[in-house]
C-alpha cells in the first residue's frame, strides 16, 4: 500500500483529495492545525478511531511554521507521495497578514522540501506543491501556460512564487521529485465561506428563503477560470504518477466573470437579475421569478424578509471587498495537461453552479 501526506487535509482540497487516496488504496495521513474549536468538518466522515487495527486514515497535529514538528511528522510518516496542500490561501486576507502567509506559504514549502532532503528520503518520496493562477497576477500572455511568466499581484501571491520556485531549486538541484500544479481557481461545496463562489450561493440561497436582504460584493468584473476541486485533486494525484517530475498548468481553458457567476446562480433557483448603475452604484435588481422553479427549489417556509418578488435589490457593491492590487483575468491553457497527464474535467460550470446552489439552499432550509 501507498503512503500520502497531506498537508492541510482539512481544507477543501484535501478533503477531496483523502477521498480519492483511500479509494485508491493509499494510507493516509493529514497534517491539522491545532484549534480551540473541532476544524476537521470536512473529513470527519474518514475518521478512524485509534482502536481500529490497520488504519488508513491517520492525522498529526502539525503547523507550517514549525520546521521540528514538519520534519518529525515526514520522519514517522515515511511517506511516497507528499501532497503540501497548506497555506494561507486567502487573497484578500494576505494583505493583511503578509508576514504570517510567507512564512507559511513560501518558507513552509523550503521546510517540506528541506524536510525531505534532510531525512534522506529523496529517491523515495515525491512531492506535489500546490501552486496557482495567481502566480500570473496581472497576466502578460492570454491564455496561460507553464510558459507564461509570472507577475503577482499580492502577498499571497509571492508567497507562492517562493514555493514554486523552491520546488523548482531542489528538483533541479537534489533530483528530487517535487512538481508545481499551477492550479486555476476551484470550488466546490466544501469551498470556504468567504470565497467569491461560495460567498454567492450561500447568499442567495438566504436571500431566496427571506433570510438576508442581499449580496455586498466587491470588483464583479473580474474573470476567472472555474473548474470543480473534484476534477482537480485528480490531476494533482496524476501529476505524482508520470514518470519525469513536471509542472503542469491545470484549468478547464474557459473564462467568466463575478457579474456571470452570480447571474448564472441566480437563475439556478429561478430567478433573472438585471444590473443597473456603475462601479460602486451598480445595484441587481430581480427581473423575473420562474415560479414553479423557485418555489420547488426553496419550499414554502421563508425567514423574516419573506419571499423574493419582482423588483426586489438583491446585490449591491461594497468597496470593503476590493484589492489593493487585483487580479482581473486569468484563463488557463491547459493543453499540456489534456495530453501528457489525459485529464479532462468532468464538470462544467453550469454543473458546478447547480451542485453549490443546491448544497448551500438545503443547509439554510435545514436552519429556517
Ligand atoms: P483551503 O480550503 O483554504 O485549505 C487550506 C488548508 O491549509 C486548511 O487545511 C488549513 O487549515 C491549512 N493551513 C493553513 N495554514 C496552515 C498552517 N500554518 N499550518 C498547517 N496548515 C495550515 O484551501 P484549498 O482551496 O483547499 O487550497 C489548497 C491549496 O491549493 C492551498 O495551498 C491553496 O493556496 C492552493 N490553491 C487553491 C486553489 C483553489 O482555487 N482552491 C487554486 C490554486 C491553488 P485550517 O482548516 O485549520 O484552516
Ligand atoms: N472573496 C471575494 N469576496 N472575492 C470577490 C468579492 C467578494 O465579495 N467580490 C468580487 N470578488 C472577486 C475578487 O476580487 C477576485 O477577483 C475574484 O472575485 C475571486 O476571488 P476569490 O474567490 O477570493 O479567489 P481568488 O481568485 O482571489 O483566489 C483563489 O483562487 C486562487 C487561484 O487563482 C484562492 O483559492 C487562492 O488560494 C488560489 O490560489
Not at 437563475?267 to 462601479?279: A, H, R
Amino acid at each position: 500500500m501507498k503512503v500520502a501526506l497531506i498537508t492541510g487535509i482539512t481544507g477543501q482540497d484535501g478533503a477531496y483529495l483523502a477521498e480519492l487516496l483511500l479509494s485508491k488504496g493509499y494510507v493516509v495521513h493529514g497534517v491539522k492545525r491545532r484549534s480551540s474549536l473541532i476544524n476537521t468538518d470536512r473529513v470527519d466522515h474518514l475518521y478512524e478511531d485509534v482502536s481500529v487495527e490497520n488504519r488508513r486514515f491517520i492525522m498529526h497535529y502539525g503547523d507550517m511554521t514549525d520546521s521540528l514538528n514538519i520534519t518529525a511528522i515526514i520522519q514517522k510518516v515515511q511517506p511516497d507521495e507528499i501532497y503540501n496542500l497548506a497555506a494561507m490561501s486567502h487573497v484578500k486576507v494576505s494583505f493583511e497578514e503578509p508576514e504570517y502567509t510567507a512564512n507559511a506559504d513560501g518558507i513552509g514549502t523550503l521546510r517540506v522540501l528541506e524536510a525531505v532532503r534532510l531525512l534522506g528520503l529523496t529517491e523515495k518520496t515525491k512531492i506535489y506543491q500546490a501552486s496557482t493562477s495567481e502566480l500570473y497576477g496581472l497576466v502578460q500572455e492570454v491564455p496561460q501556460s507553464e510558459k507564461t511568466p509570472f507577475y503577482p499581484r499580492s502577498p499571497y501571491a509571492v508567497a507562492k512564487l517562493y514555493a514554486y520556485w523552491i520546488t523548482v531549486n531542489y528538483r533541479e538541484a537534489y533530483n528530487l521529485f517535487a512538481c508545481n500544479g499551477i492550479l486555476f481557481n476551484h470550488e466546490s461545496p466544501l469551498r470556504g465561506e468567504t470565497f467569491v463562489t461560495r460567498k454567492i450561493t450561500r447568499g442567495i440561497a438566504q436571500v431566496a428563503l427571506g433570510m438576508d436582504k442581499q449580496l455586498f460584493m466587491g470588483n464583479i468584473d473580474a474573470k476567472r477560470d472555474w473548474g470543480h476541486a473534484k476534477d482537480y485533486v485528480e490531476a494533482m494525484w496524476l501529476i505524482l504518477q508520470q514518470n519525469n517530475a513536471e509542472d503542469y498548468v491545470i484549468a478547464t481553458g474557459e473564462t467568466t466573470s463575478v457579474r456571470d457567476f452570480i447571474a448564472m446562480a441566480f437563475l439556478e433557483i429561478g430567478v433573472t437579475i438585471k444590473f443597473n448603475g456603475t462601479d460602486i452604484n451598480e445595484v441587481a435588481i430581480v427581473e423575473s421569478i420562474d415560479e414553479s422553479k423557485y418555489l420547488e427549489y426553496i419550499g414554502s417556509e421563508f425567514g423574516e424578509h419573506g419571499r423574493l418578488e419582482l423588483g426586489d435589490q438583491v446585490l449591491s457593491i461594497d468597496e470593503r471587498y476590493f484589492r489593493p492590487t487585483e487580479v482581473e483575468l486569468l484563463i488557463g491553457d491547459p493543453t499540456k495537461s489534456k495530453t501528457k497527464l489525459n485529464w479532462q474535467p468532468k464538470y462544467d460550470l453550469k454543473g458546478l453552479i447547480e451542485e453549490m446552489v443546491k448544497s448551500d439552499v438545503q443547509l439554510f432550509r435545514s436552519k429556517l
